[in-house]
């Protein structure tokens, strides 16, 4: 059991906080707003953690890519039991235009590199949603995948992954190395205790540059324009149900 | 399988996040050494994130419940020991973490905006604790703090009498030496987890001879809760934080070994009053948290009730009294920040902890008092979180020094400064 498990954890802005669009429209304020681990994030990390508490793998690498920030979100990953971390240094531009499709070119080459049995990542991440991070990482190593986990449970070399799908429950088997992605009931993630929070000061953060990787960042999508969704009308009340079917054929609805 | 719930969120952690940390998360340093900085560390920023989402998430939606059945909150207690945020000052040696007062305030105040009465019951532990951490001997240390880390116990501070309160040299309970054994008999009054504790830091007066200086005659001893003789009250139903555990305790022919006297006999008094500049601060941030509390709730009431066609928050008399329970919870947060530092930096700071308390005190009865107000009828009924703030907060202008004895202590500690 020399299994070691890559976390992907993205520095977000924190789900409570009212976002609000940069007045020229290029995209959201971020500036002096709260930030945290992404949910989903939380619920990978969580359960790389349990998976090494069970001692069915060795080692929990935390990994985010971003600017100097990026490396409190590795903070709380270590704080919550990860043992190390890896920074990808991506600042500027190229962090703006830090899409899924760059990420899991990191993440695969960060997986070969650090030889990694399982990677766990969030289901998608809920500034852009994009869901596609974990899909794309999977391909891009000609690994399995078993995406929305609900329930994960290692079995020697394999892993059985039961997906949350529209139908209900699908159960997969994964030839391990594998890339796995979390939803929401997979577990309940647990808070970093202050003594936790005080060790996870003692572990390694190594920093890396996507160039040392041989990624390229190059973006082949371009943000136009970012705006507010539209306003909420007001309703009406009516009486009756004939009154409502003449407003409606007046408003063109019947 | 098709909805999201809402992540783990209640309704409340959608209040605004205030104070320092959120402002402050992504400013740039500029100095790098020396001079007046109001900035938290990153370290002392994950600690407040801990108890932020502990008092929003688990404390808010239990703490009507147990204000209504006076329950004293086991679950919370032992899951904020889970968490390390109680007996925070204990020494590392002891198998504690050894923070200093500041970082206890930012937990504190945290935990105080959930409910002050669960913060009660936790604080109490640190006023116990706090004469053995001060005046301890290693042997005290280990055994009597040691056990506080290992499984979540509580202990209590044993000075308060029926008769005797602000008066602390009045106190009558005696203790009297008896070979390599102390013997204590009286009668001990409000004794915040009285019927929890463990152990008591018990104050009692050795030396009867009334020409004796206060600074001689009392003695501090530890005194195990199961020691026969120590007979609790009853629970005392209170106006607010209801679920803390007051009760009255008699001692009648409790045996105490000499090796649990703290420091020597008469020693008791400088002690006792020792711990308090170490703990005044503390309660000066819970009172500044429930003064949030009161101002975060009568924010959002009225951004939300209407009156004479408009959000009442846009009515002048409205947004003047928020303006004005803003002052005051902004004030009081740095006074008891400024008083947890002086200490933490080895100074004696009881002048900015007694004006920390005092300040704290007032403005959080005067904040709660004014969040019903803004609340209208709602605010005078049970079913709005705004009654109980204003209970609760009553008791911060009388436990741990009066509102006058504090000004006592500032009037003194001014003109001898003033003199100097």
Not at chain 2, 48 to 71: C, H, L, M, N, T
Request: aromatic content about 6%.
């Amino acid at each position: 059991m020399s299994a070691r498990v890559l976390v992907g954890v993205k520095r977000v802005i924190d789900y409570a906080v009212k976002i609000r669009v940069k007045p020229d429209n290029t995209g959201v304020v971020t500036d002096g707003v709260k930030h945290s681990m992404n949910p989903f994030c939380e619920i990978a990390v969580e359960e790389a953690v349990k998976l090494k508490e069970k001692k069915l793998i060795k080692e929990v690498v935390a990994v985010s890519c971003g600017p100097q920030q990026a490396q409190e979100t590795i903070r709380t990953a270590l704080a919550m039991g990860a043992d190390r971390g890896i920074h990808v240094e991506v600042s500027g531009k190229d962090y703006d235009n830090l899409g899924p499709l760059q990420v899991s070119k990191i993440l695969a080459a960060l997986a070969k590199k650090e030889e990694t049995s399982l990677i766990i990542l969030g289901k998608q991440a809920i500034d852009d949603d994009c869901n596609q991070t974990g899909q794309m990482t999977a391909a891009l190593l000609d690994w399995p995948q078993g995406t929305f986990a609900s329930e994960v449970v290692l079995e020697g070399d394999k892993v059985k992954v039961i997906r949350e799908i529209d139908g209900g429950l699908e159960t997969v088997r994964l030839k391990m190395p594998a890339v796995i992605t979390a939803d929401l009931r997979l577990n309940t993630p647990r808070y970093a205790t202050l003594p936790n929070i005080m060790k996870a000061k003692k572990k390694k953060i190594d920093v890396v540059k996507p160039g040392e990787l041989g990624v390229d960042l190059t973006s082949h999508l371009e943000v136009l324009r970012v705006d507010e969704p539209p306003q909420r009308q007001a309703g009406m009340k009516v009486e009756t149900v004939e009154e409502l079917i003449s407003r409606l054929k007046e408003a063109g609805r019947m | 399988m098709g909805s999201e719930p809402v992540l783990r969120a209640s309704v409340q952690t959608g209040l605004r996040f205030q104070g320092t940390s959120a402002r402050a998360a992504t400013s740039t340093l500029k100095t790098a050494q020396g001079g007046f900085r109001f900035e938290l560390t990153d370290q002392q920023k994950e600690f407040q994130e801990v108890a932020r989402k502990f008092a929003r998430e688990e404390i808010i939606p239990a703490a009507p419940s147990y204000d209504k059945s006076g329950e004293y909150p086991v679950a919370l207690i032992k899951r904020a020991w889970e968490l390390g945020l109680i007996n925070s000052h204990i020494p590392e040696s002891c198998g504690g973490m050894g923070l200093g007062i500041f970082d206890a305030c930012l937990i504190t105040e945290e935990l105080a905006y959930g409910c002050t009465g669960v913060q009660t019951a936790i604080e109490a532990n640190s006023l116990g604790q706090m004469p053995v951490i001060i005046a301890g001997n290693d042997m005290q240390k280990k055994k009597y703090l040691g056990r506080m880390t290992e499984e979540p116990l509580m202990c209590a501070y044993c000075v308060t009498e029926p008769g005797a309160g602000s008066d602390v040299a009045g106190i009558k309970t005696r203790a009297e030496k008896k070979g390599d054994e102390y013997v204590v008999n009286g009668q001990k009054m409000w004794i915040t987890n009285g019927g929890k504790a463990n152990w008591y830091f018990l104050l009692a007066r050795t030396d009867p001879d009334p020409k004796c200086p206060a600074s001689k005659a009392f003695t501090g001893f530890i005194v195990d809760a199961d020691t026969p003789g120590v007979q609790m009250g009853r629970k005392e139903m209170n106006m607010g934080q209801r679920c803390s555990d007051t009760r009255g305790i008699t001692f009648e022919d409790v045996r105490i070994p000499k090796e649990n006297v703290l420091i020597g006999e008469g020693a008791g008094f400088k002690i006792a009053m020792g711990a308090f500049d170490k703990t005044r601060p503390p309660v000066a941030a819970g009172a500044t948290g429930l003064a949030q509390r009161a101002l975060d709730e009568a924010t959002k009431y009225s951004l939300e009730r209407k009156t004479f066609g408009r959000l009442i928050s846009d009515h002048q008399a409205v947004a003047f009294l928020l303006a004005e329970m803003a002052i005051k919870v902004e004030l009081a947060r740095l006074a008891y920040q400024r008083a947890a530092w002086e200490v933490d930096e080895g100074r004696r700071n009881t002048y900015y902890a007694s004006i920390a308390k005092a300040f704290a005190g007032d403005i959080a009865n005067q904040v709660a008092s004014d969040a019903v107000q803004v609340f209208g009828g709602n605010g005078y009924n049970s079913e709005y979180p705004v009654e109980k703030l204003m209970r609760d907060a009553k008791i911060y202008q009388i436990y741990e020094g009066t509102a006058q004895i504090q000004r006592l202590i500032i009037s003194r500690e001014h003109l001898v400064k003033f003199k100097n």
